[in-house]
């Protein structure tokens, strides 16, 4: 039987090159890993609609809790987003993390 064939798991990872400046969600220092988030679902009409360069961890936020529908509905600036109540409830929590942060299980210290 073939295999299937492996989906990238984040096709939007944005290249280290690319990260710099601030994360419009949450406002602190980008660091790897990054991602390009489309304001606009691509599968609800958003190719080549802009798109924002956030942090991993804000990334997945936005997507854990908001489906594209609603993504493309109601929450298609990042104001919209940030005034989303979980999400305003994980800025907050994030604001005290180092820009790094993502897994606490990736950098064990030696
Ligand atoms: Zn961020
Ligand atoms: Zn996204």
Not at 21 to 30: A, N, Y
Not at 68 to 81: D, G, Q, V, W
């Amino acid at each position: 039987m073939p295999r299937k064939a492996k989906k990238a798991h984040f096709p939007e990872s944005a290249p280290v090159s690319e990260v710099e400046g601030d994360c419009p969600l949450c406002g602190r220092l980008l660091a790897p890993p990054a991602n390009r988030h489309h304001l606009l679902p691509l599968s609800r009409g958003g190719k080549g609609t802009p798109t924002v360069l956030l942090h991993k961890i804000c990334h997945d936020k936005i997507h854990s809790v908001l489906t594209e529908a609603e993504l493309k509905r109601s929450y298609h600036t990042i104001e919209a987003l940030q005034q989303q109540e979980e999400i305003a409830t994980f800025i907050r929590w994030v604001q005290n993390k180092s820009p790094e942060f993502y897994d606490r299980s990736a950098r064990r210290k030696k």
